[in-house]
């Protein structure tokens, strides 16, 4: 899909934009509204099968947010959502092992990681006096004393993260990419937290389709052999990424529930931003590379999943992207972070990591093309609002209108919940147009992703938006699909149909048989 990152500077070359693509849209969707077309084929035979899943995989969600009175942990979690065998999964595997040179997993019974421990037990069988969620650098101890005590930094870092035998290395990427500039934000998804206590309830935040909602977990987690069955923890004994793996665990079901994902399913679950896809196939290297500069100016955090043939990567894996560059040598350089906190790159760049096993390390751009084919970047601006307007899933276009109060850069972008909780098949795609209000036939037309734009002061916007999945239209319950505007202000979106008419008195009415 065509992504439109462009910074629009005024309401002229708004106006400008306008396709073919649009113009047709427009039409067919239109056409069907008023002549009481269906677009989709029946699924009839699917639609109760769909419903269920649909409605299990996002009722829980919502039983999530209401689950906050603590429940007996005196020896194991009685924790009605997440206990026992049922926390654990199905088709459960344990370690990777080579044979005839490619990388198979081993199927083990998921009895073997049935077995549960404190945080607190854990620590001290690490030797660690207490449990440290992430560490906080107390005002009176400069940094460099700080290091001195061995502890390698204030706060979240990415190098904390150590992923295990779990393949969910998508959401650790994603909380690395977004904790190499945004820290706060990583630490902010831990809600009332007071690391002054002995803490055996955390309360988690995460997104589903750009919207917030809580998961409460105990101190209980899968161990074998006296540490985390999974994520394991960071250097200097900080827990958080082993509280956040089971929370996203909880939230989806299980923790074998949570392997393979996406860069932009993780991305959206730990920082509910709007998420461009850049892919060389479609925009071609320079503006590739164009796009990763523009990321890394802005601090957005990246990832990208290796493609499964590769020799200088693990193949079928995620990565986080630190930062893009040019070096002194005009060479062109991304540092990388893997989630195994291992560097197994064996490419043109030396090795930089030595002996500090952060799992960072650089490979050129070329290296980068051959390895990925997509990038995921989360359009994360700190201290901007989100304001929403619910779409309905049933395939019609739908018309709304909003004013921003400033020129300040905004975000237009359509959120609904990630394949993962939907759970059925299907095609789903959500596409929309933009224009100024007092010109209604000059669309930008966005045919999936973000659409970021510097708007005019008090001048009033139209969007035509839709939103049409092939197998859940009729069961995803309005409020779980948004026309979501990322702004500094939050920003009233109104539904208002009589758009749509005006449009049409707009254009040539003799195209439509009138």
């Avoid at 926390?87 to 019974?109: P, Q, R």
């Avoid at 107390?138 to 393949?167: C, K, M």
């Avoid at 991305?267 to 590379?289: C, F, H, N, R």
Wanted: glycine share 8%.
């Amino acid at each position: 899909m065509s992504q439109h990152i462009e910074a629009v500077r005024s309401n002229t070359d708004l106006e400008e934009r306008t396709t073919v693509d649009l113009q047709t849209w427009l039409n067919e969707s239109t056409m069907q509204q008023f002549h009481g077309q269906v677009e989709d084929e029946d699924h009839t035979e699917h639609r109760s099968k769909s419903y269920y899943c649909i409605k299990e995989k996002l009722k829980r969600v919502l039983r999530l947010d209401d689950q906050w009175s603590p429940w007996s942990v005196a020896e194991a979690s009685t924790d009605s959502h997440f206990s026992g065998d049922s926390a654990i999964g199905h088709n459960c595997y344990g370690e990777y092992f080579k044979e005839d040179g490619v990388l198979v997993k081993k199927d083990v019974e998921c009895s073997v990681y049935n077995q549960w421990e404190t945080l607190a037990a854990i620590a001290k069988h690490s030797q660690l006096q207490k449990v440290v969620v992430y560490h906080e650098r107390p005002q009176s101890i400069s940094e460099g004393e700080w290091r001195q005590r061995g502890l390698t930094h204030p706060g979240v870092h990415f190098s904390d993260i150590g992923q295990g035998q779990l393949g969910n290395c998508y959401l650790l990427a994603s909380l690395g990419a977004v904790a190499y500039h945004h820290h706060r934000l990583i630490e902010s998804m831990f809600i009332g937290l007071d690391q002054t206590k002995d803490n055996h309830f955390f309360k988690t935040k995460w997104h589903v389709g750009g919207e917030v909602h809580t998961v409460v977990v105990d101190h209980f987690v899968s161990f074998r052999n006296g540490q985390p069955s999974f994520v394991r923890m960071g250097k200097s004994g900080e827990f958080w990424p082993i509280i956040l793996e089971k929370a996203w665990a909880k939230l989806v079901g299980s923790y074998m529930a949570t392997v393979a994902g996406t860069l932009n399913e993780g991305l959206d679950a730990v920082t509910g931003a709007p998420i461009l896809t850049i892919s060389e196939k479609q925009l071609g290297q320079e503006e590739v590379w164009k796009k990763l500069l523009w990321a890394t100016r802005r601090k957005y955090p990246m990832g990208a999943g290796s493609n499964k043939d590769v020799q200088i990567l693990q193949g079928g894996h995620a990565y986080a992207i630190l930062e893009a560059y040019t070096d002194a040598s005009e060479n062109r350089v991304l540092k990388m972070f893997d989630p195994w906190n291992k560097n197994r790159y064996t490419g043109e760049l030396p090795n930089q990591d030595g002996k500090m096993r952060t799992g960072m390390f650089s490979m050129t751009f070329n290296e980068y093309l051959q390895v990925f084919s997509h990038t995921a970047v989360a359009l994360l601006h700190e201290g901007y609002k989100r304001s929403k307007a619910v779409i309905a899933a049933d395939a019609k276009l739908k018309s709304f209108r909003f004013t921003p109060k400033s020129d300040a850069e905004i975000v237009v972008y359509i959120q609904y919940p990630s394949n993962r909780f939907l759970e059925c098949g299907g095609k789903k795609e959500a596409r929309f147009s933009i224009s100024t209000r007092n010109n209604l036939n000059r669309h930008a037309f966005v045919p999936g992703g973000p659409y970021v734009f510097k708007p005019v002061a008090n001048q009033e916007y139209t969007v035509f938006a839709q939103f049409q999945c092939s197998e859940c239209n009729a069961n995803l319950e309005n409020g779980w699909v948004h026309l979501a505007v990322f702004s500094p202000q939050y920003i009233g979106i109104a539904e208002d149909a009589r758009l749509i008419q005006d449009w049409l008195q707009s254009t040539q009415k003799k195209t439509w048989g009138m």
